[in-house]
């Protein structure tokens, strides 16, 4: 206790200096707690973005329950072309036997040289796809025609036209929001409101008759979404259509669906490789940082509290005179250190708890692919306060050592 | 018959200095009754303050031995861990440029050495008072050095060497930064305390004025300490040729 408390004094003569010392001190255990704290966030993040990923996935696969009992019908140039489909196919086909519903739709995509292609909606490299749909609440309601999680705005209303319903993926690429209009193709439509994507989809959702004009389209569909009463009744139903459009493509999405999961499971497989190289960097440059920021604040306590012992070599002798032992000497010196590194752990703490953000930023760099926020929890506290208590134990070790073994003699000479 | 309190028996220190065997001491004898104030002089160099460091166990001797003690205990053949104790107990410091703690209050540094002998706070701050008003400087207790004169810092010194009630002071040049006015003071306080709490004070000095004070003089020159030097008996005999010293 006396000599925790002669320790204090002697800092306390020497505050000046070990407040500048202190701050360096908490500059390291601020890197380092905002470091560890940054690293817990990126891979926090990582998981939950697979997480998110997972589910949204499974939400999909589980609406595609709807598709066993369901076919598309497109052009012959295949899906999502602007050859079109009559308009009066619809009431045919939902005239047919064991057709419970049909909804009508175009889909075209666009990549970025504003040309449109064939192939699918998912990883083409399309830009956008303009989406036009029945602004039928009955049929939205029964076959989810349109997007339901809206997070800004509203949904596309029965009856409004020239009003487009934007993915959240291209609120960025169209520079616009809710409220803001854009131009697509010479068409001006108002975006009424935006929605969550899942697996990324690209679609700008309008009513038929506004995609129809946009695209030149009037009077035509590009797709029909047939559904039969029955899973069962799925193949007669195809075989009707063929035979009364035998040059349109009739696709059973039942056979779609083992392809869709295996997609799904394959873009999952992308993003945790993905993820898994953010990761590995990030952490590689934390680790280093890490060790780093240790290393310099052990170098940096034994410098103080070795230039501590030479400048007080004379007191050291002094202390011996007056009969303090060696053990009680080198002590004094551990004291010295330990409250060096408590008050640079505490201001680095403090530090770290308000910058934690922006040290881990720039010193971990940012992800494309995640979104970090970090904030100090107890576990980068903890290590924190770890690294001041070994920092000081470590660092004033061999100088304490050292001030015990100086001969009294020699150390009383010293001027 | 009356014991010595410290004996020097045959006591010699060598050490190497840039290459060369330095014989700082040759065979160093020397008693010290209870009670007495000696002083041992010498010019720089001559191995006082080698001497004094041995008697006070901050050194050990090449050969030789060092009897602390009426009981003649040899703290040459002791371990380093007991000669703290040694020190502690029985040995008190004065220096020439005083050593006190710069953060430390007077007080506190009377109070240092005290701090593995007496567990009570109180207590050891009621002695360190005592001690301060002994040497008449209780007004200055809450003082830090800095802030004392090199008297009053020589007093607290004082104070601090009293502090477990040695048996032994040892002064290295304690009026060596001293005017002559204060330096005579500090003498009579030395000259007191061994004279009336009986405390057995070596002082080495080259002053041979306050060498007076003391009650035994002793010369020490070239490593060797004899009862009377040419050099301070008859200084104008030297004044057209100094005398040669080893330097140490």
Redesign the interface.
Known sequence: MLTLRRAFRVLWRRRLRTLLVSLVLALCVAVFASTIAGVDASEAAAADMVEDYRAAAEATLEETELWMRALVVTAPAGPWSPQGISEDAVDEVASMDDVAGVVPMIMVGFNEEGQTGGGGQLGRGYVYVVHGAPLDPELNDQYHALPVNIVDGRNLAEGEDYTALLSDELVDYFDAGVGDTINLHGTTLDIVGVYASELWQRDVYMSLSTAQDLLGMQGQLSMLAVYAESQSAVGDVVAEIQSEYPAAFVIALGSLQSQLADFVQQQQQTLVAGLDDDLSAIESVGLRTIVASGIIAVLLIFVVMFNTVRARTKEIGTFKALGFSNGGIMWQFLCEGFYVGLVGGVIGLALASVAASLLSSLLLGSSENLDISVSIGVAPMLLGLGLTIVAAGLGSLYPAWRASRISPMEALRRE | MARPMLRAIGLTKTYQADGNRVRALQNVNLEIMRGDFVAIMGPSGSGK?TLL?LL?C??RPTSGKVLLGTRGLDVTAMP??SL??I???NIG?V?QSF?L????SAL?NVE??M??LIGSGRRRRKRARVLLRMLEIPHRETHKPPQLSAGEQQRVAIA?ALA?GPAVILADEPTGNLDWETSVGIMNMMRRLASEQKRTIVMVTHDPYMAAFASTKLYLRDGKLSNEDPFYSDPLRFAAQPPTGSQQ
């Open positions: 303050t460091t006070g901050l050194d380093e861990s703290y104790t020190r502690r107990k410091f220096f050593n703690i710069p953060s430390f506190e240092l050495p701090e593995n601090r477990n």
